[in-house]
């Protein structure tokens, strides 16, 4: 029983750490295309950027899944009432991100890739966009009866609920964004204004996934310790 205790615990640690990354990720997503849109070095900034995007949706995702693994799910519910189905959509456009912003990188169709790529993004962010609020709804349904729930609590469910919205806005955002440069229409500037919306986006979103953690995480020891006890 302790070691599944452990477990438990070292997978909330793991996802918390997860949404850190992630969010450090999205802030340097932010940086190199505000510097990029500067002037500097566009051609190798932007493609950087996607690259760095790219990771930080496969780290959302495996910190996600991480989580998600760790609670399991309530009898007779499915994966994807709980949006783990937007959890496969983050793995295959983070990597798919990656690669095209290397083949970018590297100078082959470098607008084109780097514009099609956003549009991906932008539309993992809309399908994933609920995945943070329904991971807050499934452990709070989890520990709600087993232990009683504080004030980090309240607050991850709030923060929960606004990164959901803000997410959906980034990522339809991001899809509008990357049509239009597809067109022509001043792509470098376009691509680069929604790398900034989605960076920004996923760091509240990873923020809030560390933050949904940590707001159970004095739920998790007390339930633990009710185990131990007699």
Same mark, same amino acid.
């Given at each position: ?13 793991? #996802? ?22 500067? &002037? ?45 189905? &937007? ?59 087993? #232990?009683?729930?504080? &004030? ?20 339809? #955002? ?6 239009? #440069? ?49």
């Amino acid at each position: 029983m302790s070691t599944t205790l452990t477990s438990e615990h070292v997978g909330a640690e793991t #996802a918390g750490y997860g949404g850190l990354v992630d969010a450090l990720g999205g802030v340097a997503t932010v940086v190199l295309a505000i510097v990029a849109l500067a &002037g500097i070095h566009q051609d190798v900034l932007a493609p950087i950027a996607v690259i760095v995007f790219g990771a930080a949706l496969l780290i959302q995702g495996g910190a996600m899944a991480s989580d998600f693994a760790q609670i399991g799910l309530p009898a007779g519910v499915s994966a994807e009432q709980f949006g783990m189905g &937007g959890l496969s959509a983050l793995f295959l456009v983070g990597a798919s991100g990656i690669v095209l912003g290397v083949l970018a990188l590297i100078g082959i169709v470098p607008t084109v890739l780097t514009s099609v790529t956003v549009i991906a993004f932008g539309a993992a962010a809309v399908i994933s966009s609920n995945s943070v609020r329904q991971l807050y709804l499934l452990r709070s349904t989890a520990m709600r009866m087993v #232990a009683p729930q504080g &004030g980090s609590t309240f607050l991850a469910g709030e923060m929960a609920s606004g990164s959901a919205g803000v997410q959906l806005l980034a990522g339809l #955002a991001a899809i509008v964004l990357g049509i239009l #440069a597809v067109t022509g229409t001043n792509p470098v500037t376009l691509i680069l204004s929604a790398l900034i919306v989605l960076g920004a986006a996923i760091v509240l979103s990873g923020s809030t996934l560390s933050g949904i953690v940590m707001g159970f995480m004095p739920s998790t020891e007390a339930t633990a310790r009710a185990r131990v006890l007699p």
